[in-house]
């Protein structure tokens, strides 16, 4: 157990349907980054924020946002779904902002089907 | 761009057998390497780092060095067990960055 949460663990829904999903970091963690794997692309990584504020993207469509919140959790958004986003939904947490040494923690992830 | 390249898998081994699981990577700089390990229906777990050139990263039996001449960081292990069999991730972080940047992944079947 990395310590790291994400809820729900399953999501089912339909084309066109605005979805969250949440994050918890590690206690102490002030880093949450989001990454999507999907069968297609591999691992790829969305968005990273340090103590709410963000601190880099990647590959993170305009339809999907996020946000940290002052208790440090984190909220993905994605809207207007597309049978393409079907993917698991992977959060990390890190002590810092990514340091040379420092180590990102997996959560177990959120699986989404977009039917 | 940074980029990770992995080996194909499957890899199907029979157990006890030596495993080595091949990673080349393209980064400007000196990146941090990692492996990460996804056993079925879990998240990532770290296995591995290395932080500079001819760093050897360990745990549970897995090893892998950190070679900056020929930008690689192939991992192995002497001995595999069917507990082994999950997919395997390298991955880097450029440096200066906070983000990971990962291969495609590298699937383990060991049977007994």
């Known amino acids: 157990d990395s310590g790291v949460t994400q809820t729900p663990k399953h999501l089912i829904t339909a084309t066109g349907q605005r979805v969250t999903l949440r994050c918890s970091p590690r206690?102490?963690?002030?880093?949450v980054y989001w990454y999507q794997q999907s069968l297609d692309q591999g691992l790829q990584f969305l968005i990273h924020?340090?103590?709410?504020?963000?601190?880099a993207k990647g590959n993170i469509l305009e339809r999907f946002s996020a946000q940290q919140f002052p208790d440090l959790h984190s909220e993905l958004n994605l809207s207007s779904l597309e049978l393409g986003d079907s993917a698991l939904y992977f959060c990390?947490?890190?002590?810092?902002?990514?340091?040379?040494?420092?180590?990102?923690?997996f959560g177990p992830g959120t699986r989404l089907l977009v039917l | 761009g940074d980029s990770v390249t992995q080996m194909e898998g499957p890899v199907t081994l029979s157990e006890e057998a030596f495993l080595t699981i091949n990673c080349t990577y393209t980064?400007?700089?000196?990146?941090?390497l990692f492996w990460y390990v996804q056993y079925p229906g879990e998240g990532l777990q770290l296995l591995l780092k290395?932080?500079?050139?001819?760093d050897k990263g360990s745990n549970k039996g897995f090893e892998a060095t950190y070679r900056k001449e020929t930008t690689s960081f192939h991992l192995e292990k002497g001995s595999v067990q069917v507990s082994d069999s999950a997919v395997y991730f390298c991955?880097?972080?450029?440096?200066?960055?906070?983000?990971?940047?990962f291969g495609k992944g590298t699937m383990l079947l060991v049977s007994p």
């Open positions: 924020y340090y103590n709410g504020e963000e601190r």
């Open positions: 990390a947490s890190s002590t810092t902002s990514g340091g040379l040494q420092e180590t990102q923690y």
């Open positions: 980064a400007t700089g000196y990146p941090s």
């Open positions: 206690s102490g963690d002030l880093s």
């Open positions: 290395a932080t500079k050139a001819d």
């Open positions: 991955a880097l972080r450029a440096a200066g960055y906070s983000t990971l940047t």
